[in-house]
């Protein structure tokens, strides 16, 4: 997570999202860097505006002050991202190179299943415990590279976006029917919030290109 406090701007890390090329892009705007070791790097925006009182309960410096915004990916490129990721590069975590997907889906480690027992979804990092979203803005991956720099024009950034952190596994074997539809079903809450980014990015851009 970024906190631009000059820019009044705060970057959600999602996982898998071009997170680390964003960070890099925006970094020298960035008043507050919270990252380092990936379970600091990606965290909520709820865990995150908990994360610094000393910021957000200033007068000026409430959340509402600041455009909060990170990206989401169509959970099955995004969970396939993940799989191809922890097979090919060096990690913490990685998965064994003859495994198969489907295999990876039987084992549900913490790529799908949290501790105790709530599923790893997108939606968590820009929801509230209560579910409303609380994000100005949740970028579409396939929409990234336009979306980004209409932000950055409205925030008064001068930032290229590079390409760090890739997966080097490039492809991977087609997910079978059955496994795309179990796959569905158990991200229909992340493919929900997906239906509603239209509405929600148009008015957060609208009140952001307002205020700049």
């Given at each position: 997570m970024l906190i631009g406090l000059e820019k009044k701007f705060i970057f959600v890390a999602n996982t898998k999202t071009a997170s680390t090329s964003i960070e890099d892009a925006l970094a020298p705007y960035a008043g507050i860097s919270h990252g380092g070791d990936p379970r600091r790097k990606h965290i909520s925006l709820h865990e995150g505006l908990n994360a610094y009182p000393q910021v957000f309960r200033q007068p000026g410096q409430e959340p509402r002050h600041f455009f909060k915004f990170g990206v989401?990916?169509?959970?099955?490129?995004?969970?396939?991202?993940?799989?191809?990721?922890?097979?090919?590069?060096?990690?913490?975590s990685p998965l064994p190179a003859d495994m198969t997907f489907e295999e990876f889906w039987q084992q549900a480690d913490w790529n799908f299943i949290r501790a105790g027992g709530r599923r790893f979804l997108q939606r968590?990092?820009?929801?509230?415990?209560?579910?409303?979203?609380?994000?100005?803005?949740?970028?579409?991956?396939?929409?990234?590279?336009?979306?980004?720099?209409?932000?950055?024009e409205a925030l008064g950034i001068a930032a290229?976006?590079?390409?760090?952190?890739?997966?080097?596994?490039?492809?991977?074997?087609?997910i079978s029917p059955d496994l795309k539809t179990r796959l569905r079903e158990f991200y229909a809450p992340d493919y929900a919030l997906i239906a509603r980014l239209a509405g929600i990015n148009q008015q957060g851009l609208a009140r952001l290109v307002t205020a700049s």
């Open positions: 989401m990916r169509d959970p099955l490129e995004w969970i396939g991202s993940w799989f191809r990721y922890r097979k090919s590069n060096r990690v913490e968590d990092m820009f929801c509230g415990p209560e579910g409303g979203v609380l994000a100005d803005m949740i970028i579409p991956y396939d929409q990234l590279g336009p979306l980004f720099a209409q932000v950055c290229a976006l590079p390409r760090e952190n890739v997966s080097r596994l490039k492809t991977m074997d087609e």
